[in-house]
């Protein structure tokens, strides 16, 4: 679905359709495609013991609206997404990198970013080596 | 030796009114702590010894296991998810390759089925011994974690004997199991059963009622349902807040259904029910194992799946009710033998945040408590 629906109906889904428990947020890069990035919503509600997925595609560099104000957990979720995929949640209230450390260069998880790929710069500064591998 | 009359490090002439009339401190926990499972780094923020607020600092132990995921193939990646959560390593596999197997359309034959759920069972019974040991010694009392690790002991024993390794265990394949029961696995997890309901009644013995036990970790770290929901928390921590959930009824998979076993639940989401609701899981995950055993079909274990898994385009979500909660695996595949993508949706990570919360207002003391209660383990929080 559009992107900028994406809050309306998180928001319907928690408060109409009784979706009360954010299983997991993620994402799933396409480098090839012009909206490269699909943002999973996967949700669960305990009253219709169903599970649903909600899924939008925005471009690099696209924000889009938190869902911390909906679910709580969505805090590490986001975060989690940001520091992967480099992808910003406006109104998040504490964005920053969380497995990765703090003033490393990229996200891992983007489909550009090779497996052996490291933060030369970070290493060197912070463990004081040439290279990790 | 310390020099008392040194005074170069202060700064004398103006008056440390920071210091000296602080209401707040700033105080470090982690990662290097013994109290902290692993490599968890908790900022607390203190007045006195109350805590106001905490912050976490993870990902010591990120290996980028989903970053590997796209590079290996589907087989290839299996022993990996092992090394997640590796106290209850079974139970990762268990997930992965139902995932898989959910994306290829196959479903595992009833023999594969039943010896799965008693593994993953066993599997729970381990965890929570590794649990109930580590949380006893963390508020003091060290008798348990000698008992735990030498019943744990016998449940190793039995996955040694079945599949070689006693941790990170590799026991399934998609598509089944490739080991097929050992000459005396039924007896060995009959007797592992009637040994173990007295064990665990000794455990009780020791902490149920004992009154430094009660006074530790009754009212301590409370989450009402409400919370538990909106944070996301899943397993024995949403259960013992009083919400009978558990995947295993919810959406069985599995076996599951053909077995009758109860979802013990709490009242008060106390650190304190939480440990209740724990041991009544063992006492379950027991009931559970002997109905298996008795119940083990005759027949092939490995389903029929292609010696180069490629699944179709499509993705998948598939969630099992691990000893620490919802485990959760989101699959992409693009009809190549890797992955496109793999989430892994790990429940002590989402379990860990609720920390904050049940720490406001606590001791210290009440911290390690906590954390010892909501049972993480820092390889599958930092993955």
Redesign the interface.
């Known amino acids: 679905m559009d992107s900028s629906l994406v809050y309306e109906i998180l928001l319907r889904m928690r408060h109409d359709e009784l979706f009360d428990y954010c299983v997991d947020i993620t994402a799933v890069h396409y480098p090839k495609r012009e909206a490269q990035f699909d943002i999973v919503y996967i949700l669960y509600s305990f009253h219709h013991n169903e599970r649903v997925r909600i899924k939008t595609q925005i471009k690099d560099g696209e924000h889009l609206r938190t869902a911390v104000t909906i679910w709580e957990t969505a805090n590490w979720l986001e975060r989690e997404v940001f520091d992967m995929f480099g992808i910003v949640f406006d109104g998040h209230p504490d964005l920053k990198r969380i497995l990765m450390p703090d003033g490393w260069k990229g996200h891992p998880l983007r489909k550009d970013y090779p497996i052996l790929q490291q933060d030369q710069e970070w290493v060197k500064i912070n463990l004081g080596i040439e290279s990790g591998q | 030796m310390t020099d008392s009359t040194r005074t170069d490090y202060l700064d004398l002439d103006t008056k440390d009114e920071t210091f000296l009339d602080a209401t707040e401190l700033v105080l470090n926990m982690g990662p290097q702590h013994p109290s902290t499972h692993g490599v968890l780094r908790v900022i607390l923020k203190l007045d006195g010894e109350k805590v106001l607020g905490t912050e976490c600092v ?2 010591y132990l ?1 290996r ?1 296991v ?3 995921a ?2 290996r193939t589907y087989a290839m990646f299996n022993p990996y998810v092992d090394r997640m959560d590796y106290v209850a390593a079974v139970s990762n596999g268990l997930g992965y390759c139902e995932a898989v197997e959910k994306l290829l359309s196959v479903e595992a034959p009833p023999r594969a089925q039943y010896l799965r759920v008693i593994l993953t069972e066993l599997c729970r019974i381990a965890s929570h011994q590794v649990w109930l040991g580590t949380h006893a010694l963390d508020i003091g009392a060290i008798t348990p974690l000698f008992y735990c690790f030498r019943d744990r002991e016998e449940v190793l024993k039995i996955f040694e004997k079945y599949c070689g390794a006693r941790l990170t265990t590799h026991a399934f394949r998609i598509g089944g199991c490739i080991y097929e029961a050992y000459e005396g696995f039924e007896q060995d997890c009959k007797k592992f059963c009637d040994a173990f309901l007295p064990k665990l009644d000794e455990y009780e013995e020791l902490l149920t009622t004992n009154r430094i036990w009660v006074e530790r970790t009754k009212g301590v770290g409370i989450l009402n349902p409400e ?1 538990c ?5 899943t397993g024995p921590v949403l259960r013992a807040s009083g ?1 009978k ?1 558990d995947l295993r009824k ?2 069985p998979y599995e076996s599951y259904k053909d077995f009758d076993f109860e979802i013990p639940t709490g009242l008060h989401g106390d650190t304190y029910d939480r440990y209740l609701v724990r041991i009544e899981e063992m006492r379950q995950a027991v009931r559970i194992i002997r109905q298996a055993v008795d119940g083990l079909p005759q027949g092939p274990i490995m389903a029929k799946v292609p010696k180069v898994i490629k699944p179709p385009v499509g993705e998948v ?1 598939h ?1 099992i009710e691990a000893p620490k909660g ?1 485990l ?1 695996y ?1 699959i ?1 595949s693009d009809a190549s033998t890797q992955p ?2 793999i ?1 892994v ?1 790990p429940p002590s ?2 379990n860990l ?1 609720a920390l904050d919360k049940m720490v406001r207002g606590l001791l210290v003391a009440d911290v390690v408590a906590v954390i010892g209660t909501l049972d993480i383990v820092l390889g599958e929080v ?2």
């Not at chain 2, 929901?229 to 928390?233: F, M, N, W, Y």
């Open positions: 993870i990902g990120h980028g989903e970053k590997i796209e590079n919370d929901i909106a944070l996301g928390v919400v959930w919810a959406q979500y969630s919802e959760g989101f992409v496109y993508r989430r949706r990570f989402v945040q930092d993955r």
